[in-house]
């Protein structure tokens, strides 16, 4: 698809019935580039698919280092705050 389509390739799955982050890293690995995510689930019905789960899913299973910072998830919270 990505060799007819000239454009870059984005991915909006939601968490409904825990199938968000599947469908993701599966669209990513098809040529998506772009992935549309939550911080910690925060949206509506079940929320996007949640960032840091595809995130650690892409680092450890995958060997897929996005470029951020798995060791300071703890402030991961603080990204969606006022």
Excluded at 22 to 37: C, K, Q, R, W, Y
Excluded at 39 to 46: A, D, M, N, Q, T
Excluded at 66 to 82: E, F, H, L, M, N
Aim: aromatic share 6%; charged share 20%.
């Amino acid at each position: 698809m990505q060799s007819r389509i000239k454009k870059r390739l984005e991915a909006h799955f939601h968490q409904d019935f825990g199938m968000g982050v599947a469908n993701t890293i599966m669209a990513l690995s098809l040529g998506v580039e772009v992935m549309h995510t939550t911080v910690l689930g925060i949206g509506e019905r079940s929320g996007n698919a949640p960032m840091e789960e595809i995130v650690m899913a892409l680092k450890c299973m995958y060997g897929v280092d996005v470029g951020i910072d798995t060791t300071s998830s703890r402030r991961w919270p603080t990204w969606c705050s006022a």
